[in-house]
Structures are given as C-alpha cells and as structure tokens.
C-alpha cells in the first residue's frame, strides 16, 4: 500500500517505522518540509521492506491510506482542507483530544475527536480512528516485554477497518477490530487514563501498552 503520513513527529515516526517493516511505501509531508525531510533520511538509513520519501501535501493525492499524525485541532483542520481530494480514501485519525494537564478529553461528551473529525473531512471519506493508545516509543519497537502491540480499529467502513487492520498485521501488531467510529469515544477516554497514569508517581515511562488477553 502507499502510506502517506502528515506529521514528522514521533508519532509519524513510530507508525512509519512499522509501515516500512511491512513492506509499503511512505511518503511523509507536514508543515515544515525540512522535519519531514529529515524524518524521511532518518528512516531511509534503517533496515526495512518499504521505501520511504518526503514529499508536499500533494503526496494525499497518491495514498491509499492517509495518516493524520497531528494533534486533533490539526487533524480537524486538514480533514476539511483535505476532505475534497481524499474521495473513497482511507484517512486515519490517531489523536487523542486531552487537554494541557492530561486532567480531561477536550471534546463534548457523547462525541469523540474521530468523530469531528468525519464530520470535518465529508461522508465520502472513510475515516478511521486507530493507534491512539499506543505510544510512539513502543511503536518503534513493536513490542512491549516480548509482546507485540494490540491497535484498536474503529470505523463505520468495515472494509476501510480491513484495510488498517491489513496495515497493522504487516507491521507484526496485532489488530482489534471494535467496529463503529462511536467506539472512538471509549478509545480516547481509556487513553486519557492510560496517558495519565504516566505522570503520576512510578508511573511507566510512556513505555506501557494497553492489551486484551484471552485465555
């Protein structure tokens, strides 16, 4: 798949560094082309099945899948710039919309940030709520104690859930498909306390994870 991520964060570095090891092709674009350049150099010199490149915005226009890997007020933003030229795509939202202090969700209740951000971006477009409550650390690695990360998959699309769930698998993380985008809500709310637990007193380094287990 052609991946484009709009961010050169860590963030975008840690989804990016799990596209490659599967095999697809990242572009990376964000505000500033010279973090995007530098991202896009950084990991070109790893080891790894994908090619990887920076490009301008243009680069949306390629992408099977589009990742905002910005903030939610951002993500909001570029769903609506981008909404018109994105028509069937995939566009993948990550954030999570806390506020300064990790004490609260920034969004009215009973709505999520992927949620807006649909709303932003138009129906044609299938967005999709995924790798918010991983964290970019882990993401490099894959793994947290020889455990490889769950991605949480939520979208109205079921094939547009499939073709993330797809991206997940290759990039050797395990996929849990929750369903509707509604389900964001829950994904962001389990994510504000997993994000504040990490200032807390022996909190975990921003190097935990959040997994099912079944017998």
Not at 125 to 131: E, H
């Amino acid at each position: 798949m052609k991946i484009t991520l709009v961010g050169a964060g860590n963030m975008a570095r840690g989804i990016a560094t799990r596209a490659l090891a599967g095999g697809h092709d990242v572009t990376i674009t964000a505000k500033d082309p010279v973090k995007a350049g530098q991202l896009a150099d950084e990991l070109r010199g790893q080891e790894h099945g994908g090619r990887v490149s920076a490009a301008d915005e243009s680069a949306v226009d390629q992408a099977d899948i589009v990742i905002l890997a910005v903030p939610f007020a951002a993500a909001r933003q570029l769903a609506a710039s981008y909404g018109p030229r994105l028509d069937g795509k995939v566009l993948m939202d990550i954030s999570n919309p806390v506020d300064a202090s990790l004490d609260a969700l920034v969004v009215a209740p009973g709505t999520s940030a992927a949620e807006r951000i649909a709303e932003a971006a138009g129906p044609r477009v299938r967005v999709v709520k995924a790798f918010n409550t991983t964290f970019a650390t882990t993401l490099v690695s894959g793994q947290v104690g020889g455990t490889p990360l769950d991605v949480f998959v939520a979208g109205d699309d079921e094939a547009a859930r499939k073709e993330v769930a797809d991206l997940v698998v290759s990039g050797a993380l395990n996929p849990v498909d929750v369903g509707a985008l509604k389900h964001a809500r829950a994904l962001e709310g389990f994510q504000l306390l997993h994000m504040a637990l990490q200032i807390r007193e022996g909190g975990h380094g921003w190097a935990s994870t959040i997994k099912i287990v079944a017998p």
